[in-house]
């Protein structure tokens, strides 16, 4: 039986792996018609709305949940609307391949905070081995592209660092204020249509998004690709594998996505796979695989 639970689990984790990796792919392509405020605005409009049915066919009671709220529009802006659009704008500088390979840290960033703010979560040696190495990786990347490609680029990887930030912040958040308090399914639609919320106005006022000439069909489908494989079938799956076999093994998700960004941006957008990213997002991916609780023992 736990043979059993650890197969599903695993291909759940490559499906969600299936799901987020294209997303970098998909931005890259979304931004060709669409503003990346507004980008974001179809993201979470899609993906919250296909959970909202997935809710309606089970059955689950929303409204009493709404106690919840301003827990919901906090992870709303530091998991969804800030962290969305920091990458949409950081892709009108950098490939969709560095991108995928940056947002790695994310769990870097998790483990640093978890040190200082929860209970049971202390630096390891695993653990700051895992961050030393992705700091090496990532000075290996960052380093060349700024000397080579020039301060527009460095500046879009400083967007995505930002962006990894966020996500690690709402993490922290999540295990502190609402731990097992909500299922899955109202958890997501609750943050996801606070952000919804939040990016109206922002899309409305700064991209203008009226003002623009109709999306093409290669940005449209940029944008249902975030909204359903991006959104809600990869949290979908993600939280049906932590369901499964905990956050521990749903995490590994995090190693397959750097490289599957990197093969679809080389494959469908020609980008260049130059050595540095090779060299520093092995650096990244190991030290991830460090700091995994798998592997982190004292």
């Not at 529009?73 to 995928?100: R, V």
């Not at 369901?243 to 260049?272: K, N």
Request: proline fraction near 5%; hydrophobic fraction near 55%.
């Amino acid at each position: 039986m736990e043979k059993e639970v650890k197969v599903k689990s695993l291909f759940l984790i490559f499906l969600c792996a299936l799901c987020w990796g294209p997303s970098y792919l998909f931005i890259k392509i979304g931004l060709v018609g669409i503003p990346p405020l507004t980008l974001s605005l179809c993201r979470v409009v899609i993906g919250c709305a296909i959970l909202y049915g997935i809710s309606l066919v089970q059955k689950q009671p929303m409204l009493s949940w709404k106690k919840y709220w301003k827990n919901f529009l906090f992870l709303g802006i530091t998991f969804n609307a800030l962290p969305f659009c920091l990458f949409g704008i950081a892709e009108l500088y950098i490939t969709s391949s560095l991108a995928g390979i940056l947002n790695s840290f994310t769990l870097i960033f998790t483990a640093v905070l978890s040190h200082f703010l929860l209970k049971g979560e202390a630096f390891t040696r695993n653990k700051l081995l895992g961050i030393t190495l992705g700091i090496i990786g990532l000075a290996i990347v960052y380093i060349p592209l700024i000397l080579n490609q020039g301060i527009g680029s460095g500046f879009g990887a400083f967007l995505v660092i930002l962006a990894c930030l966020s996500y690690a912040t709402s993490t922290v958040y999540a295990k502190t204020h609402l731990k097992n308090n909500v299922p899955a399914i109202p958890f997501l639609i609750g943050q996801l249509a606070m952000s919804a919320l939040i990016l109206l106005p922002f899309s409305l006022l700064i991209d203008q998004p009226f003002s623009h000439p109709a999306p093409n069909l290669l940005s449209i489908t940029g944008a249902m690709g975030l909204g359903i494989m991006g959104t809600a079938a990869g949290y979908y799956l993600y939280y049906k594998a932590i369901y499964l076999a905990g956050a521990t093994y749903a995490s590994f998700s995090v190693l397959l996505i750097p490289i599957l960004a990197m093969l679809l941006g080389a494959y469908f957008l020609d980008e260049q796979l130059t050595w540095n990213l090779y060299a520093g997002t092995a650096f990244i991916l190991i030290g991830v695989a460090a700091i995994n609780p798998v592997f982190n023992k004292q």
